[in-house]
């Protein structure tokens, strides 16, 4: 599975030429309007993109891999006829019930925030065997738009926490999440991950994360919505910094103190020839 915080395309030319300019000069910009209208306009578009899972209202869809490049593309969409957007946007933020429901997690923490509405953080994930798992350090950011939601991010590096010698740092091109309200109780739910995962994965990995980990993933974000208000009256229920930035304990971190993390510094693991193991799944 890929990071949730917290998924674009060769089309996507505002976001990407945004992305490359800050890239070409090592700075590391906070997403603006635009960025997040992109973000959304590609979520929507199925141009480019084939359709490779669609069954029981959650549809996933891949971008092919470019000659020589590992950068893996991957879009799904959910549809949830018993979950308030409210509610989804909610869940895909508390980093405490992250830590209770997602399975694949091995750590998560916030390092600190920028603005309001972003701030930098740390996940780590588990990778099917036999493969080394995955972290990334991203800058994430999110705004509601009307009853719509947006949460996206992108890799960076921090002086404080280089690569560790157990792990491939993962690189998070853009990743993230939209929401939109489809009634009271009912919303849709797209997550869009362009990731260079750093190595040459076996065919049978990309295979399995669109065939079978993404909707997985997509299921046990449900079953979170559905226990999430329960749980979180349990557990400091009126603590949402993201809907309440002064509720917010983190440090600030200025701008300067990030870089751009580019895959080309990182270690690449070819993996390409690990044969899958026969480990036994998590039942949904």
């Known amino acids: 599975d890929y990071p949730p915080h917290p998924p674009p395309s060769p089309h996507l030319t505002a976001l990407m030429s945004t992305r490359q300019q ?3 000069g090592q700075t590391v910009t906070i997403p603006d309007d635009r960025a997040f209208a992109s973000f959304k306009a590609e979520c929507l578009c199925e141009e480019g993109w084939s359709m490779t899972y669609s069954k029981g209202g959650i549809t996933v869809w891949t971008q092919g891999l470019e000659e020589g490049k590992s950068i893996h593309k991957i879009k799904c969409r959910m549809v949830n006829k018993d979950v308030p957007a409210d509610t989804m946007y909610d869940v895909l933020h508390d980093i405490e019930y992250r830590r209770k429901w997602d399975s694949n997690v091995i750590e998560t923490f916030d390092i600190g925030k920028l603005t309001v509405n972003a701030d930098v953080g740390y996940y780590s994930w588990k990778c099917p065997k036999p493969l080394r798992n995955r972290d990334v350090i991203t800058l994430r950011s999110w705004l509601p738009i ?10 960076v590096k921090h002086s404080k926490y280089p690569p560790k010698k157990d792990m491939v740092r993962a690189v998070s091109i853009q990743t993230g999440y939209m929401i939109q309200s489809q009634g009271p109780n009912h919303c849709t739910l797209t997550y869009m991950a362009q990731v260079d995962p ?6 049978w990995v990309v295979n399995k994360s669109s065939h079978f980990l ?9 079953k979170a919505c ?7 009256q349990r557990h ?7 809907l309440y930035p002064e509720q917010t304990a983190l440090p600030s971190i200025p701008l300067s103190e990030l870089s751009l993390q580019r895959a080309e510094s990182l270690e690449n693991i070819d993996e390409s020839s690990l044969a899958e193991t026969n480990e036994r799944e998590d039942s949904d």
């Open 226 to 232: 559905l226990k999430y208000s329960d749980w979180k």
């Open 214 to 222: 993404a909707p997985r993933a997509m299921k046990k974000i449900n």
């Open 236 to 242: 400091n229920p009126g603590f949402k910094p993201w």
């Open 198 to 203: 750093r190595g040459s994965l076996p065919k």
């Open 22 to 24: 800050a890239m070409s």
């Open 146 to 155: 009307g009853k719509d939601y947006i949460i996206m991010n992108y890799s």
